[in-house]
Structures are given as C-alpha cells and as structure tokens.
C-alpha cells in the first residue's frame, strides 16, 4: 500500500502500472468533470485512486479548478461513516493529487437521460428493489448526511450519481461529492451545479442563503425519485404515509417551512 502513496513524476496511469495493476478505468467515457479516475490492484487489495485528470485536456472545469474540488474532498474525507469511502491518502503526481480510496463494489446508479427509463438501467434496476430495500438505503444515505451536516457540509450536487448500491450484498455508498461545501454560504453563481430534477429553488437564486435545508430539500427530492415519480403524488409513492409526509415536507418551495436540520429529516422520516 505504501508504494500507491509515493509521491512521483510520473503521470498516474504509467505510476500506477508500476505499482500495481489498473483493472478499471473512468473517464470522458463514463462522465464529463475531466477528472480520470482507476481501479488498480496492489497489494493483495483493490483500491480506486481518483485524479484531476490531464492539465493538457479539455473539460467543462479547468485543471486548477479540479485540482481544488479534489482537495475538497480530502477535507470532507475527513468525516467517518460507512456508507462514505475510506480515504486512505494523497499522493502527488505529474497531474497533480491523486486520491486513494478503498475499492467499494456495486454499480453507478448515474443514467444518461435517454437512459433513465430503461428497465435494465441500475438506476431503475434499483427503483425496482421492494420498497424494503429501497427504504434501508434510504436510510444509509439519511443516516450519512446527519452525520455530514453534523460536520457542517452541505450537499451541492448530490443526485443518483453520487450513490453506488450493490444490489447483491444490499450495501450503499455515497460517492463523488467533491463538490459539497462547508456551509451556511451564498448563491453567487445563479444556477448552481447540480441536477435540476433534485435541486431547490435556492440554488437558482443569487444572492439565496444555501444551508442544511438546501439539503433537506434535495433529500426530499431524492426519495421521491426512488420511492415515486419524482413529485409529491401520494398515489405514487411506495412508502409510508408518514415517509410521504417527511418527503413532502422536506420538498417544501420556502426555506422556512421545510426542516431546518438533516436530523429533523431523519427524525421525521423514521417517525
């Protein structure tokens, strides 16, 4: 392991193929952030080691403008929870950090919109799981926000492609939030990343406050994709009554009247 946190001259994958060896490789191909990431093999253990990618490419963000988003995440790795992959250092390299992961199994639930409808998709392959299942995940990815919230992140950019469920062994994992940051702050961009079917009117709005209940919302948002059809139909939703009055309060337009912490989510949620 100490040989994948040497730091090196070298670009990632030529250091990585010294080390070990890459079994799995994530870039333009699977998402357009420009960071190249790999599944790499050393030491008797597999590893997922995330990089800025080439300064020399082309992305929708520049090369700094990665770099910082990965240092980002090095903070936030700093929270402990299960459903929150093991950070186990940084190395430097010709493109910069490289980050090392524990290697977690499962699949991307991230579907391209002509995609999202498609039965064999993992995004609906997991709509699909008894509502059991889906609550119990639900509940991992509630349970992994108290505790971020409780370290005060924010949820920016958090939608199905941040999660990673492996359906066999019934296990989530919050993946890629690279771009959450320490809040409460201000909405100075306008239109904030992120996926607009989960976002809240806050982040549409410069000048807004973003703060836990921005969270609260996406959350809401999300549980009504994954249990519903994305709005607050209550014919459509898979979960309890008092799980659809938790989401729909959550998914409130105004600030002021969803929850006003991760925690009341919670509380709310598991009655």
């Not at 490289?98 to 995004?123: H, I, K, N, Q, T």
């Not at 948002?221 to 659809?244: E, I, K, M």
């Amino acid at each position: 392991m100490a040989s994948l946190l040497g730091d090196t001259d070298l670009e990632p994958a030529a250091y990585l193929r010294a080390v070990g060896a890459i079994f799995a490789t994530f870039d333009s191909r699977t998402q357009d952030s420009g960071n190249i990431s790999f599944g790499v093999e050393a030491g008797g253990r597999r590893w997922f080691v995330k990089t800025a990618g080439n300064p020399d490419g082309t992305a929708f963000l520049t090369h700094p403008e990665r770099v910082a988003l990965l240092l980002n995440a090095q903070r936030l790795a700093t929270v402990i929870h299960p459903a929150l992959p093991h950070l186990h250092g940084v190395a430097c390299s010709a493109w910069g950090p490289m980050l090392v992961y524990d290697w977690v199994p499962g699949e991307l639930l991230r579907a391209a919109a002509d995609r999202r409808r498609d039965p064999a998709s993992a995004f609906q392959r997991f709509r699909s799981l008894p509502p059991e299942q889906l609550v119990a995940a639900i509940d991992t990815i509630i349970d992994a926000h108290v505790r971020l919230a409780a370290h005060g992140w924010v949820a920016c950019d958090f939608y199905d492609g941040s999660i990673l469920h492996d359906l066999a062994g019934r296990r989530t994992w919050l993946v890629d939030l690279d771009n959450y940051r320490a809040g409460p702050f201000i909405n100075e961009m306008e239109r904030m990343f992120g996926s607009t079917r989960l976002m809240a009117p806050e982040e549409f709005e410069r000048g807004a406050a973003i703060d836990a209940r921005t969270t609260v919302f996406t959350l809401g948002r999300a549980f009504s994709v994954f249990l519903g059809d994305g709005t607050r139909n209550p014919s459509a939703f898979r979960g309890t009554a008092n799980q659809f009055r938790a989401m729909a309060t959550a998914c409130r337009p105004d600030p002021a009247d969803r929850f006003q912490s991760v925690a009341e989510l919670a509380d709310a949620w598991r009655g």
